[in-house]
């Protein structure tokens, strides 16, 4: 059974860091796209990062991109969210997403995977 699991949501303070992690299991998920997509409540989900299946590839969105990291560990099955210098406008659920499109994408219509998400809030 595929499942892909986040983990490492917390409260930390505006300008602090935080890394998220997302284990993937039941599929050659090593062959996958992997992304990173954040949700707030009436809003629609939205694109974060995201991954290439060699890693040779990532793309970030406008508003975190200069700050947040994307990486993966296809031995160990894991990506990671590295987020520097948070905003409270990062306040968010935090999604993890495997897809197996010929490109990174940026919707979500492109995934195939989702975890249950990770909450993340980032105090003033």
């Known amino acids: 059974q595929a499942q892909l699991v986040e983990s490492g949501g917390v409260v930390v303070l505006a300008g602090g860091s935080l890394r998220l992690s997302c284990a993937a299991s039941g599929r050659s998920f090593s062959s996958y796209n992997m992304g990173w997509f954040r949700q707030t409540p009436g809003q629609h989900r939205e694109f974060v990062a995201a991954i290439s299946w060699s890693a040779r590839s990532t793309r970030y969105g406008d508003s975190v991109n200069g700050r947040f990291t994307i990486s993966r560990d296809n031995a160990k099955i894991t990506v990671y969210l590295q987020m520097n210098n948070l905003k409270p406008d990062d306040t968010a659920t935090y999604y993890c997403?495997?897809?197996?499109?010929?490109?990174?994408?940026?919707?979500?219509?492109?995934?195939?995977?989702w975890g249950q998400g990770t909450q993340v809030t980032v105090s003033s």
């Open positions: 997403a495997a897809g197996r499109g010929l490109s990174v994408g940026v919707v979500t219509e492109l995934y195939d995977y």
